[in-house]
């Protein structure tokens, strides 16, 4: 029965909220209310969830399923923390194909484009912002471990979970091994 509840609990969280912070107010009622955990625990589990990779509402999920009812708690949480988006997606999927030579679909495909590489490139510029420089002064280390990732992807096609591991040892070795300053 506690299967089905945590199933329920997470899929009514996955319907009902927008992901990220705004599932926590839901996830702490839902587990609260069935007794599955302390609040003191639902403070450790958002704490936990916010550190580990992988979005929130699915690290809780797990959390909270595991400590309601072991692996299979853990396993119904999560189908049902995921349902709403794979049921969201398989329609739109749906949608897509069958509109896919609509020319209203065209146009609209159209528009939507370069609105996403706008968003994309938009994040490009503030991270680079950040990370490259700090209060107009050029943090030229950064910025050549930046230059190597780029030339290793696109230049040697290099794959990307190699470029963030050797992306990583480099920051471990410059600013940590040679002490070079990270703020400044």
Request: net charge neutral; proline share 5%.
């Given at each position: ?65 595991m400590q309601a009812a072991g692996i299979p708690g853990a396993i119904a ?105 990270v703020s400044w």
């Amino acid at each position: 029965m506690v299967l089905l509840e945590l199933f329920w609990s997470f899929l009514l969280i996955g319907f009902s909220s927008f992901g990220g912070l705004s599932m926590i107010p839901q996830i702490s009622d839902q587990v609260l209310s069935h007794g599955w955990m302390t609040a003191e625990q639902v403070t450790d589990i958002v704490a936990i969830a916010e550190m580990t990779p992988g979005p929130l509402g699915l690290n809780c999920a797990t959390f909270a399923g595991m400590q309601a009812a072991g692996i299979p708690g853990a396993i119904a949480a999560n189908l049902g923390a995921l349902t709403p988006a794979l049921t969201l997606c398989a329609v739109a999927a749906a949608f897509f194909n069958r509109f896919r030579e609509s020319r209203i679909m065209q146009r609209i495909l159209v528009g939507v484009r370069p609105a996403c590489l706008g968003m994309v490139l938009a994040v490009l510029v503030n991270l680079a912002g950040s990370t490259y420089l700090k209060q107009g002064t050029p943090h030229y280390a950064a910025m050549g471990i930046g230059l190597l990732d780029l030339v290793l992807v696109v230049k040697c096609k290099v794959s990307i979970p190699v470029v963030i591991l050797l992306s990583a040892g480099l920051g471990l070795l410059l600013f940590g091994v040679l002490g070079i300053p990270v703020s400044w």
